[in-house]
């Protein structure tokens, strides 16, 4: 039961390189959305997405790219890497349910920029 | 704009005793608060939510207690264990957009043997 799998866990960037943040969930889950928490702060909405195709911004987008190909995959891309970007990346999964609030975590991507 | 703010950063606790992380906030039209627990090193875990239009639940050990007067939550921990030292979060949603949390700053709760 493997819930949300993020990869890679850690990952050192120079200043302008481009990346992307695996985020796969085997729950079936409609709902999936991109989180990023920086020290002393709570987790700051990034990204989100209702159903494969469908995707949204959130409170912090600007410098992300999201895509919802399937309803399982749910990657972030940095285009250009930059020093503010250094975070804890976390991805998280949830039903289509209005009475069920319970959202699964992956357990994090740690991103230096440098 | 919206948010969802914290009294305390931290609490420390004696195993065996109860805790109580408290939390405001402040957009009224949220339909649900959720409360997560987050390990060092690991992602958040949900722990227990509340209605609005309820005022209290109870969970195993934890009760959430909802006061729509001052906009104010607050999570019960009975009988803390030293497993239960984490950070805590409140969270809120609107609209069932359970894809859509604002999350507090969080309280960092530390139990000692």
């Known amino acids: 039961n493997a819930g949300v799998t993020q990869t890679p866990k850690f990952q050192v960037l120079k200043t302008g390189q481009s990346m992307t943040l695996q985020c796969a969930q085997d729950m079936n889950h409609e709902y999936m959305s991109w989180y990023r928490q920086d020290p002393g702060m709570g987790l700051r909405l990034i990204h989100y997405s209702v159903g494969a195709g469908i995707t949204d911004q959130g409170e912090v987008p600007n410098g992300y790219n999201v895509s919802r190909s399937t309803t399982e995959d749910f990657p972030l891309r940095l285009l250009s890497a930059a020093p503010s970007q250094t975070s804890v990346y976390f991805c998280?999964?949830?039903?289509?349910?209005?009475?069920?609030?319970?959202?699964?975590f992956g357990q994090g991507t740690r991103l230096t920029v440098v | 704009g919206e948010s969802v703010g914290l009294h305390l950063p931290t609490l420390s606790v004696q195993e065996g005793d109860n805790s109580i992380i408290n939390c405001a906030y402040s957009n009224s039209a949220s339909d649900y608060f959720i409360w997560y627990k987050q390990e060092s090193g690991k992602g958040p875990q949900f722990i227990i939510d509340?209605?609005?239009?309820?005022d209290k639940r109870q969970g195993q050990r934890v009760t959430v207690l909802l006061n729509k007067t001052v906009k104010h939550l607050s999570l019960q921990i009975a009988a803390t264990q030293p497993g239960d030292s984490a950070v805590y979060f409140c969270a809120e949603n609107s609209g069932g957009s359970n894809y859509k949390l604002t999350f507090g700053k969080g309280t960092l709760l530390t139990v000692n043997p």
């Open positions: 998280a999964s949830s039903r289509d349910r209005p009475r069920n609030t319970e959202a699964f």
């Open positions: 509340i209605r609005s239009n309820m």
